[in-house]
């Protein structure tokens, strides 16, 4: 990272839960294009996906100069254990004038986790244009926090598992519009440097919350509609991850995460995410796809 994770410019220390986070996320440099990410304490079994997916990242954007993230692709490829640490290994496979891409693997005694796979690229002009952002999506200031989620408890309903016991980011759920499965603002318990990567990084922490529950409250209120019975998934997990990053962000101020599911089939989920600013602007895509086993 190009800033303190520890300093906030002109606003001294960050503390509590977000200081947790940017601790874990200032990885240990332990040779060169390989680092160390600790986990805080958890009750959790597995390590939280959207942590390695932001230290991951962290680790690939060290090696990279006056080039900002534009797309990341990942797949989960074990669960981590939430006990040892996970070594990042970074190999710089290209560097032009323009982009720049790193590939990073996440191992655990031996094992690889994780897979990812960022391009980073120089500002640029281009032809700008977006979706619209949501109509009528209600101001955040109007709703109450996601109960649970401040405490870092496991909200009802949820089945992605959260890292408790403490939480970094502040959540509240807005009622579905333009024709979203669910709406959720977010922003950090407090503000951050003005470091476009370390941005980046804590919105990919933060993409991996709540997305996969969506084929799921889909499908249930379908088959609710339908008339048809439903029995909550017997196995949930992510697979595979991506994010493109189409403008800049700021983390620690709302943004609005629309969140919808095209298909559910085959043991599986896809999800796809929407980021925008309290401008309206676009910010960041999300695909993600799970494994969502009924029971037998």
């Known amino acids: 990272m190009a800033t303190d994770l ?18 874990t996320l200032d990885l240990e440099a332990i040779d060169r294009n390989l680092y160390r990410g600790k986990t805080p304490p958890t009750r959790l079994q597995r390590i939280f996906g959207g942590q390695v997916a932001a230290q991951a990242l962290v680790a690939a954007g060290r090696s990279v100069v006056g080039k900002t993230v534009h797309s990341l692709h990942a797949y989960f490829l ?21 982009y720049s891409t790193r590939r990073v693997v996440g191992l655990q005694d031996g094992r690889a986790i994780f897979n990812l796979q960022a391009s980073f690229k120089v ?23 996601w109960p649970g989620f401040a405490s870092g408890a496991q909200a009802d309903g949820e089945p992605e598992a959260l890292p408790p016991p403490s939480f970094p980011l502040e959540l509240r759920v807005a009622p579905k519009t333009g024709g979203y499965d669910r709406l959720i603002w977010w922003r950090t ?16 922490y933060a993409s991996d919350l709540t997305l996969l529950s969506v084929p799921i409250e889909t499908f249930a209120a379908e088959a609710a509609a339908a008339g048809r019975d439903f029995r909550p998934p017997a196995f949930v997990a992510s697979l595979d991850h991506a994010m493109w990053f189409h ?22 989920g896809l999800c796809l995410g ?23």
Do not use: K, N
Request: with cysteine.
């Open 6 to 23: 520890g300093e906030v410019s002109g606003l001294g220390e960050v503390s509590g839960p977000l200081a947790v986070l940017l601790d």
């Open 78 to 98: 074990r669960a981590g254990d939430p006990a040892a640490s996970v070594v990042y290994e970074v190999d710089p496979i290209r560097d032009g004038r323009s």
């Open 123 to 145: 500002p640029e002009p281009g032809y700008d244009r977006q979706v619209p952002f949501p109509e009528g999506a209600a101001d955040p200031e109007t709703l109450p926090s």
């Open 189 to 204: 318990l407090g503000a951050l440097a003005e470091d476009p990567t370390l941005h980046a990084c804590v919105a990919a």
């Open 247 to 268: 403008r800049p962000l700021r983390v620690d101020r709302w943004m609005l995460y629309a969140q919808s599911s095209p298909s559910s089939g085959d043991g599986r």
């Open 274 to 296: 929407q980021m925008f600013g309290v401008d309206r602007s676009l910010a960041i895509t999300v695909v993600q796809e799970g494994a969502i086993r009924p029971p037998r």
